[in-house]
């Protein structure tokens, strides 16, 4: 079945800081790709997406490319700030489904 | 103008309990779903409604029952309440088509059996 890997947190980094979350799948056909960010205390919003492979989703600063070659749909952020505090899911859908598949979250703590 | 409200925010009852949790959206939205996430913020999907018709059922014990008395509220009612119950529960709502995937979360019901 379909399936998506984080890399595991915590991850605690600095104001200013360039942030990395690595995110995998496995999956039949060509799913979308999503990440959701989680703010404390709140319910999860969609983050960016993208829908065919080399498409390239941003928002907010933060970018991820799909890239069928390595199944790997990387979010990236050059310039954290503390309001980036979240834990933030990588999710899959496959284009016949309702259903999404998320990854585990990977909670990130910026610090000032 | 909230999008997804969910009522109540918290709930905290006693182990065999049954408790309700209800969603409505103001969105317009076709689809609505149910979603548990654990102590480690594990998220995994319960049910899904499309147009009041159930179309996601996964592994949930029988004493979960959704509800979907039209497109814009789906309750969740859960009979004979375990302490592994204990966790955050999300609805969602998604627009038809190609957006659908495209989720919309409430704020979440922090549920506590003891």
């Known amino acids: 079945g379909d399936s998506v890997t984080q890399m595991e947190g915590p991850v605690t980094l600095s104001e200013e800081a360039f942030l990395t979350i690595n995110c995998t799948y496995t999956?039949?056909?060509?799913?979308?790709l999503f990440w959701y960010v989680q703010y404390p205390g709140e319910g999860l919003q969609l983050l960016l997406k993208?829908?065919?492979?080399?498409d390239k989703g941003s928002n907010k600063g933060f970018e991820a490319t799909y890239r069928k070659e390595t199944t790997s749909f990387h979010l990236e952020k050059g310039s954290v700030q503390v309001s980036d505090s979240a834990v933030y899911f990588c999710?899959?859908?496959?284009?016949?489904?309702?259903?999404?598949?998320f990854g585990a979250g990977t909670t990130v703590t910026v610090r000032a | 103008d909230t999008a997804v409200s969910q009522t109540p925010k918290y709930l905290v009852t006693q182990m065999g309990n049954d408790k309700s949790i209800k969603c409505e959206q103001n969105?317009?939205?076709?689809?609505m779903y149910w979603y548990k996430q654990d102590s480690k913020k594990f998220l995994k999907i319960m049910f899904s409604?499309?147009?009041?018709?159930?179309?996601i059922n996964e592994t949930v014990p029988n004493r979960f029952s959704p509800k979907s008395p039209d497109k814009a509220h789906l309750n969740l009612h859960i009979n004979s309440l375990e302490l592994g119950d204990s966790a955050v529960y999300f609805c969602?709502?998604?627009?038809?088509?190609?957006?659908?995937?495209?989720?919309?979360f409430g704020p979440g019901t922090r549920l506590t059996v003891l």
């Open positions: 969602a709502s998604s627009p038809p088509g190609a957006l659908r995937n495209e989720q919309f």
């Open positions: 999956a039949t056909g060509y799913p979308s």
């Open positions: 993208a829908t065919k492979a080399d």
């Open positions: 999710a899959l859908s496959d284009q016949n489904d309702y259903k999404l598949s």
């Open positions: 969105l317009g939205h076709d689809t």
């Open positions: 409604y499309n147009n009041k018709e159930l179309i």
